[in-house]
C-alpha cells in the first residue's frame, strides 16, 4: 500500500475499534437523545429557520450557522454502529481533520476522458461538472444497455452513472448473494460496451448499483469491471448511522482504489424535523462520512419525507444552505442529486429537472442525475440528463445571482407544485416509451415536449 492507503487504513482500523468499545445504546434512544433533541436545541440556539418562499439560501451568515451546528451535533452525537449497538465517539480533531483531508481534487476516469473534479464556490463561474444517467434506479437487463447509451452519448455528459438491473421480465432469476454478484458483474459489463460504443470508453463512472449489499462490490472491483478511476456507493444510514455494508465496501476500497462517493440521504420531515433540522443533520452526515467512509467526493440527496422527491422546496433549500455551508467554511467535492417527482415524456419532469439544476448550480454543487419518478421507475431518459447540463452550465456562464435563481426557482415551482398533491404523482412513461431502443435516439414526441419546454425557459430566463 502507498502511504496515502496506508494511513487511511490505519484510520479505518480505529474507526473499527471505536465501535467495539463506544457507548452501548438502543436504536430508539440513539434517535431521541442524540439526534432529535439535539437537533431541535442546535436549530434554537444557532437561530436555524426557513421560509417558504426561500428555495436559494440567499443569508450566507445562515449557512455558516448550518455548518456550525452541524459539527457540534457530530462531536455531541458521535456515529451509531449499527452491528454493534455502539457509538463511535466522534472528537474536535477527528471532524476537522476530516474536513482538512476532503479531497479538493479528484480525477475520475482515464484517457481522452479524464475529467479532474474541484469544489465549486457559491455563484461560481466554472461550470458544474455533469454526472449523467439514472442512479440507482431498478432497470430491466432488457433495458439497461440503450439507456445507458442514452446519456453516455451526450455531450454535456462528463461522467456516467447507471440504475440497477433488475430481474429481466418473466424471470425472477438467482437471488441472495449470487443474484447481487451476477447482476452487479452484468451491470459493469454492458455500462462498459455502452461507453465503447459512444466511443467514450475512458469515461468516468459510478457504478455497482446493483450491489445492494457488499457482495456485488466485491465482485465488480476488477479493472475490466469497475476501475480505480471509477466511483463506487457508500451510504450512511438514517441518522448518523452506519452498517457493517458500507464498512465493508469502504475496505474493498481499500488498496483497490476506487473513488468513495458518500451518500447521505437525510429525510425532511423526518427526525430532524422541517427544512432547518434537516439540513443540520445533512450538513452533519456529510462531515461523518469523511470519517466512516472515508469519502472522496460527496452526493448530497436529502429526500421529503412524504413527497420524497429532491424538487420540493423544503428539499431545494436544504441541498442550497448545505452546499454553501460546506463552500464557504470546507471546500469539498459536492454533487446535488437530482430526483424529480416525475418521469419521462413529461413536461413536468423538464421543469423539476431545471429548479434542481438551477438551485444547486448557484449554491455551490456539481449536478448528478437524473433519476426521474423518485428514481423508481425506469421512466427516465437522456433528454432530462442534457437539459439539466444545460440550465447548470447556463446558471454559471451567465453569473446568476442567488436572490435571482430564487426568483427563477419559484416561478419553476408554479409550474410544477401541484404533483405532489396528485395521487400517484406523474410517473411518465417508461425508457422505450420515449426513445428508440435500437437507435437510443428520442421519439418524435418526447423531442417535441423538450424543444417546447427549452423554449419557455428561454422566455423565463432559465437558458
Not at 455502452?194 to 465482485?219: F, H, I, K, T, Y
Amino acid at each position: 500500500m502507498t502511504d496515502k492507503n496506508g494511513t487511511k487504513l490505519a484510520q479505518f482500523l480505529n474507526l473499527l475499534a471505536l465501535a467495539e468499545v463506544g457507548e452501548k445504546i438502543s436504536k430508539d434512544d440513539w434517535d431521541l437523545e442524540k439526534v432529535v433533541l439535539p437537533v431541535k436545541d442546535l436549530v434554537k440556539r444557532y437561530r436555524i429557520t426557513w421560509e417558504k418562499d426561500q428555495v436559494v439560501n440567499t443569508d450566507l451568515d445562515l449557512a455558516d450557522r448550518v455548518f456550525a451546528a452541524a459539527r457540534e451535533l457530530l462531536i455531541g452525537s458521535g456515529v451509531y454502529a449499527v452491528e454493534t449497538g455502539r457509538i463511535i465517539p466522534v472528537s474536535e480533531k477527528m471532524v476537522d481533520d476530516g474536513l482538512g483531508a476532503a479531497p479538493r481534487a479528484l480525477v475520475m476516469g482515464e484517457g481522452l476522458e479524464k475529467v479532474e473534479l474541484k469544489p465549486r464556490a457559491v455563484v461560481d463561474p466554472t461550470p458544474p461538472t455533469i454526472w449523467g444517467g439514472s442512479p440507482g434506479v431498478p432497470t430491466p437487463e432488457s433495458l439497461f444497455y440503450p439507456m445507458a447509451l442514452a446519456w453516455a452519448q451526450e455531450p454535456l455528459v462528463d461522467l456516467a452513472t447507471c440504475g440497477s438491473i433488475s430481474p429481466s421480465e418473466g424471470s425472477l432469476g438467482p437471488q441472495g448473494a449470487i443474484g447481487e454478484i451476477l447482476a452487479t458483474r452484468q451491470e459493469l459489463t454492458l455500462f462498459r460496451r455502452a461507453l465503447v460504443e459512444v466511443n467514450r470508453p475512458g469515461m468516468g463512472m459510478l457504478a455497482a448499483q446493483s450491489s445492494v449489499g457488499a457482495w456485488g462490490d466485491l465482485a465488480a472491483a476488477n479493472p475490466d469491471l469497475l476501475r480505480p478511476c471509477d466511483a463506487h456507493l457508500l451510504p450512511m444510514l438514517n441518522e448518523l448511522m452506519i452498517d457493517g455494508v458500507s464498512l465493508t465496501r469502504v475496505a474493498n476500497s481499500l488498496g483497490y482504489g476506487m473513488r468513495n462517493a458518500s451518500l447521505a440521504t437525510v429525510m425532511v420531515g423526518g427526525l430532524g424535523g422541517g427544512p432547518a433540522g434537516a439540513a443540520v443533520l445533512q450538513a452533519a452526515a456529510l462531515m461523518a462520512a469523511n470519517l466512516v467512509c472515508l469519502a472522496d467526493y460527496h452526493l448530497l440527496h436529502p429526500i421529503h419525507l412524504r413527497y420524497v422527491a429532491t424538487s420540493t422546496r423544503e428539499v431545494l433549500w436544504v441541498q442550497s444552505v448545505v452546499s454553501q455551508a460546506f463552500a464557504r467554511n470546507a471546500p469539498c467535492i459536492m454533487f446535488a442529486d437530482v430526483y424529480p417527482k416525475s418521469g419521462a415524456g413529461t413536461d413536468l419532469v423538464l421543469y423539476e429537472t431545471a429548479a434542481n439544476a438551477l438551485v444547486a448550480t448557484v449554491s455551490g454543487a456539481h449536478l448528478e442525475g437524473v433519476g426521474a419518478a423518485d428514481g423508481m421507475l425506469p421512466n427516465c431518459s437522456g433528454l432530462e440528463v442534457r437539459l439539466m447540463a444545460e440550465v447548470g452550465r447556463s446558471a454559471a456562464a451567465r453569473g446568476i445571482d442567488l436572490a435571482g435563481a430564487n426568483a427563477l426557482a419559484l416561478k419553476l415551482l408554479a409550474l410544477y407544485e401541484p404533483v405532489f398533491s396528485r395521487e400517484g404523482g406523474y410517473p411518465g412513461q417508461r425508457f422505450d416509451q420515449v426513445y428508440d431502443v435500437e437507435s437510443a435516439q428520442p421519439t418524435e414526441g418526447w423531442r417535441q415536449v423538450y424543444g417546447d419546454v427549452r423554449e419557455k425557459l428561454q422566455r423565463m430566463g432559465v437558458v
